[in-house]
C-alpha cells in the first residue's frame, strides 16, 4: 500500500458503502462509516437482494461487470458471515423468465444468448418443462428461460452482517448526517457532520445513491448525471410451499425468500425523493403476479416505497472527482446489490493501490478507458 495506511471516511450505509467499507479495511485502511438513519434504511434494505448476470436494455457491458461481481460476492460471502455470525438470508436461486407470446419468447432468447456467452448455463425450457419446474405457473406460458446462476439474500440482514464484520476488523460506524466536506488546498481533509463534531480523513467515498448527485452538487459544486428512482414493491406472506424459483415476468420478481416471505416488484414510482406507496401501484404488482403466477396463494405482509439511483446508461459511476482531489464516487444504476462487489473490489484497488482493476474504465464518471485499463 502505497504513502501509509489511508483514512478514509465512506458516507452512506447502504450496500455499496457498507461493502466499500469491509473490502478497505481488509486491506488495512482506517475506515469510518457514516450514515444519517440506520445501515440499509434506504434502497438495499426494501431491495430483492438479488446478485446474478442479466443484461440491461441492450448493454452487454453490464453483462461483463455482473459477472465479475457475482464471482467476487461468492468470494466475500463466507468470510462475511464467519465474521459477522449473522445469517444473511443466502440462497442459491434460480431465475425463470416466462413467455407468453413469440415477441417475448424472441426476446429472451436474444438475452440468453448474451449472457451465456460469458459462461452461464441459460436454458430454453417448453411450457410443460416450465409448469413441471413450477406447477402454479401460468399454463398460457409458450416457455421461457431458466437462469439457475444467482444469489440472493434479505437486504437488511445483508448490510448488517457486513456491519459487524466490518466493525471485528476496525471500521467506526457513526450515525449521524454528513453536511460538507472540509479541503485544503484543493484537498479534502475531513467530513463536517449535523453534531458539530468534524472527522479527519485523507480519503471521502460519497455512496450515498440517489442523494450522491445533490449532495456533490452543494459542497463540490460538482454536476454529476445521477436522479432519483423510486421502485415500489411488496413483500407477501406465502401460504403453501416456497416458489421453486424467482419468476421474472417484465418489470416484476416473484421471489421465494428464506423467511418465508416472497419479494413481488418492483414498479417505478416517479414522485421521486417524495414517493409513498400508492394503492394503484400495489395493484398494478399484484395484477402482474396473477398472471404470471396465478396458482399462487398469498397475504401482502408490507408494501414498501425505496429511491434508488439511476444513471444514463444504468451503469456505475466509480471513481476519482476531478472537484476535489482525495474525494471519490461510488453510485450504481439501478443495480446495487449485483454490482456491489465489482464497484469495492475497483474502488479498493484504486485507493489503497493505486491500482486500475481491468474493468474500472467502464465505470469511471468521465468513461473515458486508456488502453492499460481495457487491456
Not at 165 to 185: C, P
Amino acid at each position: 500500500m502505497s504513502n501509509g495506511s489511508p483514512t478514509i471516511t465512506v458516507i452512506g450505509g447502504g450496500v455499496i458503502g457498507c461493502t466499500i467499507a469491509y473490502r478497505l479495511a481488509e486491506r488495512g485502511a482506517h475506515v469510518t462509516l457514516v450514515e444519517r438513519e440506520a445501515v440499509g434504511a434506504g434502497a438495499t434494505g426494501a431491495s430483492g437482494g438479488h446478485i446474478m448476470v442479466w443484461p440491461g436494455e441492450a448493454n452487454d457491458v453490464r453483462v461483463e461487470l455482473s459477472k465479475e461481481s457475482v464471482q467476487l460476492f461468492r468470494r466475500y460471502l463466507p468470510d462475511i458471515k464467519k465474521r459477522s455470525g449473522i445469517d444473511p438470508l443466502d440462497q442459491e436461486l434460480k431465475f425463470f423468465f416466462p413467455a407468453f407470446d413469440e415477441g417475448e419468447a424472441v426476446h429472451l432468447r436474444n438475452l440468453a444468448e448474451r449472457v451465456a456467452k460469458v459462461g452461464v448455463a441459460i436454458e430454453w425450457l417448453d411450457a410443460a418443462a416450465g409448469l413441471n419446474l413450477e406447477p402454479r405457473l401460468s399454463p398460457d406460458i409458450l416457455g421461457g428461460i431458466l437462469h439457475p446462476e444467482c444469489v440472493q439474500v434479505g437486504g437488511y440482514q445483508f448490510v448488517e452482517a457486513l456491519k459487524k464484520a466490518s466493525t471485528s476488523i476496525g471500521v467506526q460506524f457513526l450515525q449521524d448526517e454528513a453536511v460538507g466536506l472540509w479541503e485544503n488546498d484543493n484537498h479534502v481533509t475531513g467530513v463536517a457532520l449535523r453534531d458539530g463534531i468534524d472527522i479527519s480523513c485523507n480519503t471521502v467515498v460519497l455512496a450515498m445513491g440517489a442523494w450522491t448527485g445533490h449532495l456533490a452538487s452543494e459542497w463540490l459544486e460538482a454536476q454529476l448525471p445521477i436522479t432519483p428512482y423510486s421502485l415500489q414493491r411488496l413483500r407477501l406472506k406465502g401460504l403453501d410451499e416456497p416458489l421453486a424459483a424467482t419468476v421474472n415476468w417484465g418489470d416484476i420478481n416473484v421471489t421465494p425468500r428464506r423467511d418465508d416471505l416472497i419479494h413481488a416488484g418492483s414498479i417505478h414510482n416517479p414522485a421521486g425523493f417524495d414517493a409513498i406507496p400508492k394503492e394503484e401501484i400495489q395493484k398494478a404488482i399484484l395484477d402482474k403476479v396473477s398472471i404470471a403466477v396465478p396458482g399462487l396463494r398469498y397475504e401482502v405482509a408490507e408494501d414498501l416505497v425505496a429511491t434508488a439511483s439511476m444513471t444514463p446508461d444504468r451503469l456505475p459511476l466509480v471513481g476519482a472527482i476531478d472537484a476535489l482531489a482525495g474525494v471519490y464516487l461510488a453510485v450504481p444504476g439501478n443495480d446495487g446489490f449485483t454490482m456491489s462487489a465489482v464497484m469495492a473490489e475497483a474502488l479498493t484497488e484504486l485507493i489503497t493501490d493505486e491500482r486500475q482493476h481491468p474493468l474500472l474504465g467502464l465505470m469511471l464518471p468521465s468513461r473515458e478507458m486508456s488502453e492499460s485499463v481495457t487491456e
